[in-house]
């Protein structure tokens, strides 16, 4: 089946940096989607990017389906900002299931 | 956007009962809902697809008879942990995607069980 890689684990930040997520998949994709999971486990739709860019507000996401990989920009992080960053993607065909990676866990302090 | 929810948020059942979860899509319908668990710290790991008025398709290693799916509706998918033990505790989570649209998955927000 598909794998999806994320890098990397784990991030640490000061408030008012910048970083880059990066999500690997291994075999081409219908659907790609990127997801902040809350404190409560709630999962917030970011971006829904099976190819090209995307912006909204401080977070951008970019998708090359050739290269099979997609990166997710955050500028000047905020403390809300904390919490785990999953990419998940559409396996064989679209409407199936979304896999996912094991997440970037990002921690912003003041 | 699409809202997904779930019931209970949270549940604490002893061990040896049955624990049903609900999920609904409220704005949208969705022939298929899918069914997530999650174990601390760890990712999403997909349980079943669950299909409006047909048997659910269970991943590998998944118990089908202990973790019945129910698709009664375009709106509805229930799934019943049966003789639930302390290793079926754990984060559960549905995602619905809109039948009108083939794009982005929504998610519940979990239900949170543990078996004592």
């Known amino acids: 089946g598909i794998q999806v890689e994320q890098s990397p684990p784990d991030l640490i930040l000061q408030e008012g940096a910048n970083s880059t997520l990066r999500c690997n998949f291994s075999?081409?994709?219908?659907?790609l989607q990127w997801f902040h999971q809350n404190p409560w486990g709630q999962l917030i739709n970011l971006f829904y990017?099976?190819?090209g860019t995307k912006q909204n507000g401080r977070l951008s996401a970019t998708t090359v389906a050739t290269e099979r990989y997609s990166l997710l920009y955050i500028s000047s992080s905020q403390t809300t900002d904390s919490g785990v960053y999953f990419c998940?993607?559409?396996?064989?065909?679209?409407?199936?299931?979304?896999?996912f990676g094991k997440g970037t866990t990002l921690s912003v302090s003041s | 956007g699409a809202v997904v929810s779930q019931h209970p948020s949270r549940v604490i059942c002893k061990s040896g009962t049955s624990v049903k979860i609900e999920c609904r899509s409220l704005?949208?319908?969705?022939?298929?809902m899918f069914w997530y668990r999650q174990f601390p710290k760890q990712s999403l790991m997909l349980m079943a697809t669950?299909?409006?008025?047909?048997?659910?398709?269970?991943e590998q290693g998944v118990e089908k008879d202990k973790f019945l799916i129910n698709h009664a509706s375009l709106t509805l998918s229930t799934l019943t942990v049966t003789s639930a033990h302390p290793e079926d505790s754990s984060f559960y989570i549905c995602?619905?995607?809109?039948?009108?649209?083939?794009?982005?998955?929504?998610f519940g927000p979990g239900t949170r069980l543990t078996v004592t």
């Open positions: 669950s299909n409006e008025g047909s048997k659910a398709t269970y």
């Open positions: 704005d949208f319908q969705a022939t298929t």
């Open positions: 995602s619905a995607r809109d039948s009108d649209r083939v794009d982005e998955q929504y």
């Open positions: 990017i099976p190819s």
């Open positions: 998940a993607v559409e396996r064989d065909q679209a409407g199936t299931a979304l896999i």
């Open positions: 075999d081409s994709v219908n659907n």
